[in-house]
């Protein structure tokens, strides 16, 4: 399926504006890629089906390109003189059936000097005197180059003396691709032979193989010229099947010059495997500054640790009160030394993925917010865990441990007071009904002894192993510092994937757009051969 030139170039420019949006090409970068021209010599008139040959003589001051128009018109309807510049204006000659109500913006029909004719041989051509390009006039130039893109067939005329004007070879080699060509060497009659063959070396040297050269005099004269050679060309090129070739050229040669600029900005863009490259060289990097986090975090986590263990019943009991008190656990923790650490981590990552050839402006732009997100992080997870390392201090073998001490301090007691009454009642009982003495002193001192010592066991215990409020803070802070670190590492790591995404994105359009340039391509150049005079006329 083949796309539209227009519609190709209109995606580009969308495609180039979100880019530039996103921080995914620089200005320059996305004017380049702007600056095509979606004009055509097909958009010139308004036609139905099938459209004139455009047909425009170009040259430099003083060559008599006029004078030829004139001669093939069969009268004066250019101007043509000896002051310089001659051409000021734009001069069409067609066709009185050649509607050309509805010319574009930039070329209005009020400053065009129209001449018309009524000769049916030329009614599918239409001729344009151009102005002087190589005058110092810059409004010359502007309408040279508004005109060029409209143009089917340039015919660019010299004289002896002026074949190697640098202005027009320059124009030549810029514009050569875009138009079929014809030369027309004129004032022939003031010319030489050795001229004509080092200006055929010249254009064999841009690119045309076997250029078409007329050797012309400006007006009808005994001396013998090729002018009637030049008219027969163009009117030989003048039919429908010649004019779609130069469309489909012309259109062709738009395509591959948008694709290869398209191709361009592929590398400007980077490859797939360098963003998927992005990752590792993140994950390398914060592996070097969580560690120096860390060891700088180790006297801070102390400091609030104590203090965690002093405030730990109203921290625990008041979470307002506790909230606003811990509201320093940032900026104890992630002060300024820690906050330079992690900028000059994600600066350095900036600069890895830089050199990794990738576009570093959208990586940039979010990793703004993980910036300013760090320190809350470090607050959230600090804060939660060292609440609950308070909240439960201890392990969990520790604090089952102490509730089954805690079991203890309360039934061993009473199962010694059990006991001890127990042997008093029975000891009671046997001293009625037998011989037996009751229960003297020493059972009275052993049976104390034995509950006290049923208490004080669990008691000695449970204040021995109680776990330190300090360092179930440390615990916790030392918790909560690795889940932030973790955290803020997938933070990145999510930016870095959906950049990573987005890039994979971009480029899937570029190539998209870049593979629409190529469909439907069915232009093939011809072999050059002396029989088809067209071939002879582009540049291979």
């Known amino acids: 399926m083949a796309y539209n030139y227009s519609d190709l170039v209109e995606k580009t420019k969308r495609w180039t504006e979100q880019a530039l949006a996103a921080g995914w090409l620089n200005q320059e970068a996305a004017q380049a890629l702007c600056d095509f021209d979606a004009r055509t010599p097909e958009a010139l008139f308004n036609h139905n089906g099938s459209r004139p040959l455009i047909v425009a003589f170009m040259g430099g001051t003083g060559v008599g390109k006029s004078s030829l128009l004139n001669r093939l018109a069969g009268k004066v309807i250019a101007k043509a003189g000896i002051e310089r510049p001659t051409s000021r204006e734009v001069t069409l000659f067609h066709h009185r059936d050649v509607a050309i109500q509805h010319l574009p913006e930039k ?59 640098e202005k027009a070879w320059r124009l030549l080699l810029s514009e050569g691709s875009r138009h079929a060509w014809l030369f027309v060497l004129n004032q022939w009659d003031r010319g030489q032979q050795a001229q004509y063959e080092d200006f055929k070396l010249q254009l064999g040297k841009a690119g045309f193989v076997e250029p078409i050269i007329f050797k012309t005099v400006c007006a009808e004269s005994a001396y013998p010229d090729e002018f009637a050679s030049l008219e027969s060309t163009i009117l030989s090129l003048s039919n429908k099947h010649v004019v779609a070739e130069l469309e489909q050229r012309g259109t062709q040669i738009r395509k591959d010059e948008l694709r290869h600029k398209l191709q361009a900005i592929l590398h400007v863009l980077g490859s797939q495997s360098a963003a998927k490259q992005a990752e590792e060289r993140w994950q390398s990097q914060w592996q070097t500054t969580s560690s120096q986090l ?71 732009n979010q990793l703004v917010i993980v910036r300013t997100k760090a320190p809350k992080i470090i607050q959230a997870q600090s804060e939660l865990q060292v609440r609950q390392a308070l909240a439960h201090p201890g392990n969990v073998l520790h604090r089952a441990f102490l509730k089954f001490v805690r079991f203890c301090e309360i039934v061993l007691p009473l199962a010694a007071i059990s006991w001890v009454g127990y042997q008093v009642f029975i000891g009671y009982y046997d001293s009625n009904t037998t011989d037996k003495a009751y229960l003297g002193v020493d059972f009275a001192i052993h049976s104390s002894l034995l509950i006290l010592i049923s208490w004080l066991i669990p008691w000695f215990i449970m204040k021995k192993l109680k776990p330190s409020l300090e360092k179930s803070a440390l615990r916790g802070l030392n918790k909560g510092l690795d889940n932030a670190i973790s955290m803020i590492d997938g933070e990145v790591l999510g930016i870095v994937g959906t950049v990573t995404n987005q890039h994979t994105e971009q480029l899937r359009q570029v190539a998209e757009i870049t593979e629409q340039c190529s469909a439907g391509d069915s232009y093939k150049p011809e072999k050059i051969s002396r029989d088809n005079p067209l071939t002879r006329m582009l540049i291979n």
Request: net charge negative; no cysteine.
């Open 107 to 165: 070329l209005p029909i009020e400053k065009i000097r129209i001449a018309q004719h009524d000769d049916g041989t030329k009614k599918n051509i239409i001729w344009i005197d151009m102005p002087d390009f190589d005058s110092t006039e810059q409004s010359n130039k502007v309408l040279v180059f508004e005109w060029l893109p409209h143009i089917d067939v340039l015919i660019y005329v010299v004289s002896p003396e002026r074949y190697r004007d």
């Open 294 to 364: 860390q060891q700088g975090f180790i006297w801070p986590i102390q400091k609030l640790a104590a203090y965690y263990a002093d405030h730990a019943t109203d921290l625990i009991a008041n979470p307002t009160t506790g909230t606003a008190q811990t509201d320093q656990t940032a900026t104890v923790l992630w002060d300024d030394w820690a906050q330079a650490r992690f900028g000059d981590a994600l600066d350095e990552f900036i600069v890895k993925v830089d050199e990794l050839g990738l576009p570093v402006a959208p990586l940039k």
